[in-house]
């Protein structure tokens, strides 16, 4: 095929493929991916995610038998990519033992691709280069599991949230883990991260939203007169995993707001908690 050129691998070691090597060491990935550039799409639905929302990729690693599926995914290159890879994307192939070794990890899905990581906007550019400012952002303090990460992202596509926020320290929503859990939609939500932290949040009031952040604090109100407020514009903020939003934001928030719960819960999973959040105030 024109828009492909393949390559057999039989080594682990095999330079071309240092992309793919050692998947499994996340500490590695999540330094190395943001300074090279780069982010892994698992799957051929996933990589058709991101083709569609117009990344380039930089190569795909496939099982051989699996190769057929690759091919279908080429054979509808979105132009942008074409244009990028006039002689062809490359496609390195191995055995099923060997992609293991590779990647570290057993691959279930038959295929990967490594690709350019699209450059963020700012928060401004976010807010305002748009036809219509986002009436409904969600804010993710510090939120370090990628599954969780993940699984909100599914949340604000499925929900209809308009844009996500992250926070420095928050866990990357491109990486392998998350963007398999969000099963792509991480490529449909504008979202970038907001350096300016928990300062941002004086920003995003000035801009005429209501900053609530879920949380048990004093004073919380139910999510259920949260969403009975109407606000025309507002911002959910959640937090770590473990201690929730940080002393510094909350003192900052508008409101503090709490899911009703039975039966002596005291609070859900975070993701789960967010889709909870987007259903009541969709």
């Known amino acids: 095929m024109s828009d492909l050129e393949l390559f057999d691998i039989n080594s682990p070691d095999d330079e071309r493929i240092s992309d793919y090597q050692n998947l499994k060491d996340v500490s590695l990935r999540r330094r190395i991916e943001p300074e090279l550039g780069l982010y892994m799409a698992e799957s051929t639905y996933v990589i058709e995610r991101a083709l569609g929302a117009g990344h380039i990729p930089r190569s795909f690693l496939t099982a051989r038998k699996h190769l057929s599926q690759i091919e279908d995914v080429v054979a509808q290159l979105p132009a942008v990519v074409r244009a990028a890879w006039p002689g062809g994307v490359p496609v390195y ?4 033992e060997l992609l293991e070794q590779i990647t570290g990890y057993r691959v279930h899905r038959g295929a990967l691709a490594a690709m350019h990581r699209p450059v963020l906007p700012s928060v401004e550019q976010l807010l305002n280069d748009r036809a219509e400012m986002p009436r409904r952002l969600v804010i993710l303090e510090d939120i370090v599991d990628h599954t969780n990460v993940g699984a909100i992202f599914r949340s604000v596509a499925a929900l209809g949230a308009d844009a996500v926020l992250i926070t ?3 866990a990357d929503p491109l990486y392998r883990r998350s963007v398999r859990v969000s099963m792509g939609t991480v490529f449909a939500i504008p979202w970038t991260r907001i ?3 928990p300062a941002g949040i004086g920003e995003l009031q000035n801009a005429g939203y209501v900053v609530a952040g879920m949380s048990l604090g004093a004073g919380a109100v139910s999510l259920d007169d949260l969403a009975a407020g109407h606000h025309e514009k507002l911002a959910l903020v959640f937090g770590t995993e473990g201690h929730g939003i940080s002393p510094a934001a ?5 409101t503090r707001v709490k899911i009703p719960m039975l ?3 005291d609070s859900l999973n975070v993701a789960a908690a967010a889709a909870v959040a987007f259903y009541a105030t969709r």
Do not use: I, K, Q, R
């Not at 192939?93 to 099923?96: I, L, Q, T, Y």
């Open 93 to 96: 192939v191995a055995g099923d």
């Open 168 to 170: 420095p320290e928050c």
């Open 195 to 197: 350096s300016s932290w």
């Open 250 to 254: 909350d003192e900052l928030l508008d």
């Open 263 to 265: 039966n002596g819960v």
